[in-house]
């Protein structure tokens, strides 16, 4: 069983930072890519970044130059450093971890940017 667990979620004034962390536990396959996804209110869950074992970055093209996704020395925890937050950005952030078939989320944590 694979749990993901997502922290670092809150309110922030536009202009402002949050960083996001995400710990998964369990059987994991050691090559797969971690990323983090959000959906706000009445919209589509939608990508924002991933990364891969190897360290090879993807990102929404909403949130390049502002956010960076990292692999901690953890085994199998990401974080999500979030720069320069606007209005727009206010969705639940979910983490995710997958590698062939397999796809697992975690519960999700509110961010909040206030303008």
């Known amino acids: 069983q694979v749990q993901l667990v997502e922290s670092g979620g809150g309110l922030v004034q536009a202009g402002g930072s949050l960083t996001l962390s995400c710990a998964a536990s369990?059987?994991?396959?050691?090559?797969?890519?971690m990323g983090w996804y959000r959906q706000a209110p009445g919209k589509q869950r939608e990508l924002v970044a991933t990364?891969?074992?190897?360290?090879?970055?993807n990102y929404a093209d909403s949130v390049k130059g502002r956010f960076t996704i990292s692999r901690g020395n953890a085994k199998n925890t990401v974080y999500l450093q979030m720069n320069s937050l606007k209005p727009e950005d206010t969705a639940v952030y979910y983490c995710?971890?997958?590698?062939?078939?397999?796809?697992?989320w975690g519960k999700g944590t509110l961010v909040t940017v206030s303008s």
């Open positions: 995710n971890v997958a590698w062939g078939d397999m796809n697992y």
């Open positions: 369990g059987s994991i396959f050691k090559f797969n890519v």
């Open positions: 990364i891969t074992s190897g360290g090879s970055t």
